[in-house]
């Protein structure tokens, strides 16, 4: 142990939130180990960010986490839709849209769906599932006091709100997932990038036993309310007697947070709904803020930000949440394969060459849904001069990618998030989902790609699985390589032309992260009498700054 260090660890996450503990669930499933500290005493009770989109759930139910936070979040598993209306007394008012996933389209893409799950019963699973992994020291009650860097590590002190103790952290890595205030951000000098602020709202949680029947059985994941004299946002809870109600804030006209009393609020929801008699007991009340920012940087030294203190969207969509889980994903499969010794440091600058400029585009996108549903309090600015909102969000949920990082073969100045939704195995997309068998048991594609990269071949042309062997002796690498088809020696059988979905000819090969993005591919055998095994070796020494 480093002299003056009560603790030692490879990586220090400050910030027990959705990011922070989504990072402890991913570092401990690929055997890290970690210290998170966070500074309040428990995981949140309020119900807030409640939309986990498909590819969130993707990397949950490759954690094993996904069928918990279904149970979690079962009492809102029949709401679907979103509603725009004048009040909810009547029958006036237009459906954005009925369904997320309508007539189960998105089962040609993945192998899982949508949840609503609010924050407050999202997080405490994720803090379970995390604490019963090996390595994992999750401390809550517990505030990152000061930090400082140098060229082998980072040195915290952190305390205990209970105790007082104060103890000295070593780490190798810090990630910072200490929200968009974030002192640690601010601390690297790390500016932002983005128009700032959009708007502001105060989340009035109460009570009401009149509603649901107000609300009959339209089962909207929200309502926006849009009388003049009292707009905002309903969303249902238990679809019982919880609701939530996001009511416009202005301060910059001066209105104060403390001028949002229980009366006000019960007055307000009850215009906005559309019944002067309607009960409601207001039980809590927090403030949030809508903004538009990037950070400049993702990194600096052995410190990486992640999630809000990385970004900064507005919640139309559900975009916010989201992308600071897949940033803890990215980022954790890097750091482990570093602190392994299967890839290089160099690595660890991808982790800003591609998730900044997906956090730039979607952030740009949550913005404009926001507009698109005329959320309460936002004043949105008109479309750019001959050019329209783009529609729909799986280009943006399944369809980003990676132009540049740790991928060969993208295009270098490709769009981040592009128009249209293409999953057909280009490098530096989301690997297409695949059905297999093997023997009795049905997986995904999407299964396989977790803890190493996986190299995928037709059993036809078992050179490509042998060159995977070798090189990964050589390199002491973690590869695995799985020949499909039905041929002899096939390690699994897929429903589907596998090669055709994945842009390669049976004598082809497609190299996948462990995040499930498609690092390269080699649509047939090598020219020019290359080796299989001469390429791969040199391919995966590029990726993985082996060099």
Known sequence: MRKGA?????????????????????????????????????TSTHPKGRGNNVRTMELFRTARVEPAIREAASVLAGNHGILQAPTLVGEAGEWLFREIDPGGGLARFSPSGWCLCSQNDLEPVLLEHARALPGADLRFATELMSYEQDADGVTALVKSRDTGEHTTVRAEYLIAADGPRSPIRDSLGITQSG?????????????????????????????????????GALLPVDNRTQWVFHAPWHPERGETLESFTDERCAAHIRRAIGDPDLDVQVTGRAPWHAAQRVARAYASGRVF??????????PTGAFGSNTGIQDAHNLAWKLAAVLNGWAGPGLLDSYDAERRPVAEATAARAADRSGEHSHPGYDAPPPAAGGGRPGGILNVVLGHRYPRGAVLGAAPDGPAVPEGLRLNGEPGSRAPHLWLRRGAERLSTLDLYERTPVLLCDATTPVWHEAARKVAAVLSIPLRAYRLGTAPG??????????????????????????????????SLPADHEEPGDLLHRTLSLLLDLA
């Open 490 to 523: 096939a390690d699994l059988e897929p429903e589907d032309d596998w090669a055709e979905a994945h842009g390669v000819t049976p004598q082809g090969a497609v190299l996948v992260r462990p995040d499930g993005f498609v690092a390269w591919r080699c649509p």
């Open 305 to 314: 930000l992640a999630g809000d203190s990385a970004h900064e969207m507005s």
């Open 6 to 42: 009560d603790t030692e660890v490879p990586v220090l996450v400050v910030g027990g939130s959705l990011v922070g503990l989504s990072a402890s669930v991913f570092l401990g499933r690929l055997g890290v180990p970690h210290l998170l500290v966070e500074k309040h005493k428990h």
């Open 195 to 231: 128009p700032g602020d959009l708007f502001h709202n105060v989340s009035v949680t109460f009570r009401s036993q009149k509603l649901a029947e107000i609300v009959g059985d339209r089962r909207f994941i929200v309502c926006y309310l849009t009388s003049p004299e009292a707009d």
